[in-house]
């Protein structure tokens, strides 16, 4: 592996400043294009146009709870008795009324005009009248006096007809769907997935089924990859391992630029011998390599690839793809990619850049070795609601990344004593951010 210093006067980069360039570096590749998807199939996407609601929700008052409806002025004492005058299920609308009854009606069916309260079957007696012809629905004795309004849902307590319900620049959830179905959004405007071509360098990586010969490991970061950029919404095209020469990274380079916005690379990243990256970005674009003040992480690239002939199903944007190298390092990798990569691919489709608000917490560990570099620490939330370490956190152990459920982000030169309020970034929210 080669990881040299940086180079003699230059000083790390700190992360913040990365990010910064990351965003500002990717401002040039925004994507426009947009597509009407079902809402069906829109989890995840970025909504690319406001929605807004043309009915109030719920449409009209309707009923919490399954009982009675009734004017709450008819029962002035607990024990009145009212006839029934109809049955309303849900999906039925009712007649108005009539003064000095009580409609039957179960949950989410429209409160009858005149009705101003539900009072729930539970507090309700109903009396059967058999062979009354003319109060074929029986009669009800309510035991307790209403308050008039209770267990009604009103009219547009949910949204407003008018209102904006999803502003455009929000990522899908299940939620923000089913808000939009409740409007009645069949479809909805959407901004196309960013394009993004992965492979991995390392003429010592081999993949899994295949047998391991002496020098080899598993290829992992291909799989860490290419899931990070599915849970980020991408259209990952997945060009495999490159050999470590400077012909085959040239060419595949060209390759993934001619139909990608983005071309994320592991491995190779460093300036040493077989670090073949740099050179075979530089002769396809540009290209800088950084090394960050972080830990993992540290050499990062970050340039573009020219487009040779834009022809047929070029992404759209821009004469050249954007580009990514990550360090080789199994949890550099997936480290640099959700604070990294999540920014370029954030930048791209308008999305706020900053990292999610870190919360915190109080640590269950000694970390007493300050590092001259921010560290990104892995570590698990306990029931007692503090953070345990993984007792491995070099950037070889991926298992210290698959225990973890969050990184606590240590500022420069900082220990940590037990008890010590820490920054705790969780990995749900910088996975798939
Ligand atoms: P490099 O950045 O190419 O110098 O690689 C740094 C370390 O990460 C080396 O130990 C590599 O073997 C390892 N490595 C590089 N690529 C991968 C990969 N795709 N999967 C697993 N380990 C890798
Ligand atoms: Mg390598």
New binding site residues.
């Given amino acids: ?3 040299p210093a940086a180079t003699p006067g230059r000083a790390l980069l700190s992360l913040d400043e990365a990010l910064a360039r990351l965003a500002a570096g990717s401002a040039t590749q925004v994507l426009t294009a947009t597509e009407q998807v079902s809402t069906f199939e829109a989890l995840g996407r970025v909504l690319a146009a406001d929605v807004r609601s043309a009915l109030d929700v719920p449409p009209a008052d309707n009923t919490s709870m399954d009982g009675y409806a009734m004017r709450a002025a008819d029962v002035p004492a607990a024990g009145t008795v009212l006839p029934v005058s109809q049955r309303l299920p849900a999906g039925v609308v009712g007649a108005p009324l009539a003064p000095g009854t009580a409609a039957r009606i179960f949950t989410g069916a429209q409160v009858p005009a005149g009705a101003d309260a539900v009072v729930m079957q539970e507090e309700c007696e109903a009396i059967a009248d058999e062979g009354n012809a003319s109060q074929p629905l029986g009669r009800v004795r309510v035991r307790t006096v209403p308050a008039s309004g209770q267990w009604i849902r009103r009219r547009g307590e949910d949204v407003h007809a008018g209102a904006t319900v999803l502003v455009r620049g929000t990522r899908l959830t299940p939620q923000a769907l089913g808000l939009a179905a409740s409007v009645g959004a069949g479809t909805l405007q959407v901004l196309r997935r960013p394009r993004v071509a992965v492979f ?3 003429d ?2 081999v993949m899994p089924g295949e047998a391991l010969k002496p020098g080899a ?6 799989f860490t990859l290419r899931g990070l950029l599915q849970a980020a919404g991408c259209n990952v095209s997945d060009f495999g391992i490159v050999p470590d020469r400077l012909d085959a990274t040239r060419d595949a380079l060209r390759r993934a630029a001619a139909h990608n916005d983005l071309i994320v690379t ?5 300036v040493g011998e077989e ?1 073949h990256l740099r050179p075979a970005v530089l002769a396809e674009g540009r290209i800088e390599n950084w090394q960050i003040a972080m830990k993992p992480g540290k ?1 990062l690239a970050f340039g573009a690839v020219r487009r040779g002939s834009p022809e047929g199903g070029a992404a759209g944007e821009g004469g050249e793809a954007l580009f990514v190298g990550l ?4 949890v550099s990798s997936f480290v640099t990619f959700v604070l990294c990569v999540s920014t370029v691919l954030r930048a791209m489709q308008g999305l706020p850049t900053g990292l999610p608000r870190p919360l915190p917490l109080r640590a269950a560990f000694d970390w007493p070795r300050a590092d001259k570099r921010r560290e990104f620490l892995r570590v698990r939330l306990n029931e007692a609601g503090e953070l345990e370490l993984f007792d491995n956190q070099s950037s ?1 152990v991926l298992t210290s990344a698959v225990w973890a459920d969050g990184l606590v982000d240590n500022p420069a030169g900082q220990r940590i004593a037990r008890g010590d309020t820490v920054r705790y970034l969780p990995l749900a929210e910088l996975v798939a951010r």
């Fill in positions: 592996m080669n990881t991995s360098t390392g010592e990586l490991i598993y290829n992992s970061n291909r592991s491995g190779g990243v460093s670090d050499p360090p080789g390092n199994p070889g």
